[in-house]
């Protein structure tokens, strides 16, 4: 059974390359890992295991040790993100004012569960701990953009901006 990939081997072949260029730029330093992984990251948009094999071969880090730091740091994933990264806070402020209901709104609109990506890749979802902003609860943030005081009511509102 083969797989099909709908990217253009043009943009998997630049992908390739620009991680190359990482790879050329911090082999041979010391503590390298985390800029690699960063940058990978940046270039994919996830880290998927054959990004993590090839930077494992080419800078001689054992996979177990690539696999420990980035399930260790939040800000790398394993999973694809979508263009729109939807965070709902569940701190306590948030929580104590109905941000799992508004969870519960997100999931529903999209179609996914926390920690997925819609089939278009538009939208992900999280929830996290806290964002800071506890005056604001309940509190959602799509990439750079916060919104507070939230009901679920308006998250079709808002998802209708990103469509």
């Known amino acids: ?83 729109y990264q939807i965070q709902v806070c569940l701190g306590t402020a948030c929580y104590v004012k109905g941000a799992n209901l508004i969870l519960e709104k997100f999931k529903e609109k999209l179609g996914i569960d926390v920690g997925g990506c819609t089939e278009d890749g538009k939208f992900s979802l999280q929830a996290c701990r806290c964002v800071g902003a506890c005056g604001l609860a309940p509190v959602v943030m799509i990439n750079e953009d916060v919104y507070g005081g939230l009901k679920p009511s308006e998250v079709e509102k808002i998802l209708k901006k990103y469509q």
């Open 1 to 83: 059974m083969s797989s099909t990939c709908s990217c253009s081997k043009e943009f998997v072949d630049e992908r390739e390359e620009r991680l190359t260029e990482v790879i050329e730029k911090y082999r041979g330093v010391r503590g390298a890992l985390i800029p690699v992984l960063h940058e990978a990251q940046e270039i994919y948009g996830y880290l998927p295991f054959h990004v993590q094999k090839r930077i494992s071969e080419e800078m001689q880090i054992p996979m177990g040790e690539i696999y420990g730091v980035i399930t260790f740091y939040t800000q790398f994933s394993l999973e694809p993100k979508g263009e």
